[in-house]
T-cell receptor
Framework: GENVEQHPSTLSVQEGDSAVIKCTYS??????FPWYKQELGKRPQLIID?????GEKKDQRIAVTLNKTAKHFSLHITETQPEDSAVYFC????????????FGQGTELSVKP | ETGVTQSPTHLIKTRGQQVTLRCSSQ?????VSWYQQALGQGPQFIFQ???????GRGNFPPRFSGLQFPNYSSELNVNALELDDSALYLC???????????FGSGTRLTVV
């Protein structure tokens, strides 16, 4: 079935450094790729998303890149801050179904002051 | 708040029992998707409801069932609870095309 692989599972950086999380997907029909931040005990919160007609999208310190040919997409966080510490999930929609998301396994990001 | 509300927030059930979880969708949304998130894992798609009918299902057994009501709110029912059903259950509402996808706060189910 459809699959999303996410790496690394844990990532520790110093405050001010950059963090990069990478995902690959298997469904060539996927056209929507959101990223979620989940703090302990809370709901996943959408932080940025990208659609297949765009190769890169940026929102302040956060950017996402998409390579449809290679079926991979990445999250880039610059100038990390301690409050960026959380679990981050990538996801891809299944085929053209807008409401079914396949999630990666998550990356636990720790930003050390 | 996001406008997607789930109830109850926490629940403890005994193995073999049945449970019903509820989700109200955000205004303007007509689609509700349910996910199971085990500890330390990403959310797993259970099923989606659109226009009161199941519209896609993940790899979950038939004892996981659902409903959607005319006001677009939804229920998730799980029969014959097993210990492995212990998880955070999340619902998300959106338009049918997936716009505005928003998660509720979840229901933490513990099966003992």
């Amino acid at each position: 079935g459809e699959n999303v692989e996410q790496h690394p599972s844990t990532l520790s950086v110093q405050e001010g450094d950059s963090a990069v999380i990478k995902c690959t997907y298997s469904d060539s029909a996927s056209n929507y790729f959101p990223w979620y931040k989940q703090e302990l005990g809370k709901r996943p919160q959408l932080i940025i998303d990208i659609r297949s007609n765009v190769g890169e999208k940026k929102d302040q310190r956060i950017a996402v890149t998409l390579n449809k040919t290679a079926k991979h997409f990445s999250l880039h966080i610059t100038e990390t801050q301690p409050e960026d510490s959380a679990v981050y999930f990538c996801a891809a929609n299944q085929g053209n179904q807008g409401g079914k998301l396949i999630f990666g396994q998550g990356t636990e990001l720790s930003v050390k002051p | 708040e996001t406008g997607v509300t789930q109830s109850p927030t926490h629940l403890i059930k005994t193995r073999g029992q049945q449970v019903t979880l509820r989700c109200s969708s955000q205004s303007g949304h007509n689609t509700v998707s349910w996910y199971q998130q085990a500890l330390g894992q990403g959310p797993q798609f259970i099923f989606q409801y659109y226009r009161e009918e199941e519209n896609g299902r993940g790899n979950f057994p038939p004892r996981f069932s659902g409903l959607q009501f005319p006001n677009y709110s939804s229920e998730l029912n799980v029969n014959a609870l097993e210990l492995d059903d212990s998880a955070l259950y999340l619902c998300a509402s959106s338009t049918q095309g997936g716009d505005g996808y928003t998660f509720g706060s979840g229901t933490r189910l513990t099966v003992v």
